[in-house]
């Protein structure tokens, strides 16, 4: 009966499709016929609110992926900054975004993190 609830709404992912995380989390909730809404980064930046909606369960440190080309290229890795300095940058720069943000209903997961997937389905 969970199973069903869980399948009746929609999870969000996004990312880029070119990033191999992204791909493994749509891979994921397809091979469980769970609908997904993907929101790909290199069509549309994300909005600051969505941002923030992670940052605020997770740090906006957390949304950082300081290993991206774009984070090295812009050669930030010795930047110290305000959160709402990261969450505009972030904005404006979403290839810097650790990736996938997936959301479904009120949960939230920044990256890989198919335990807690696994989890919200059951419940």
């Known amino acids: 009966m969970a199973g069903a609830t869980a399948s009746s709404r929609q ?3 996004f990312g880029t499709r070119r990033h ?4 493994k989390a749509l891979r994921f909730f397809s091979e469980r ?13 994300p909005a600051p609110g969505e941002l923030r909606r992670f940052a605020d369960r997770f740090g906006i440190q957390s949304l950082v992926d300081r290993e991206s080309r774009r ?3 812009l050669g930030l890795r010795q930047s110290m900054h305000s959160d709402d300095w990261w969450l505009t940058r972030l904005t404006e720069e979403p290839a810097m ?3 996938p943000l997936v959301r479904f209903g009120q949960r939230v997961t920044v990256g890989l993190d198919e335990s807690a ?3 919200w389905l059951q419940q």
């Open 97 to 99: 975004i650790r990736q």
């Open 33 to 45: 016929r769970i609908p997904t809404h993907f929101v790909d980064f290199q069509q549309r930046a």
């Open 117 to 119: 997937w696994q989890i």
């Open 20 to 23: 191999a995380d992204t791909r």
């Open 71 to 73: 984070f090295l290229d």
């Open 11 to 13: 999870v969000q992912i």
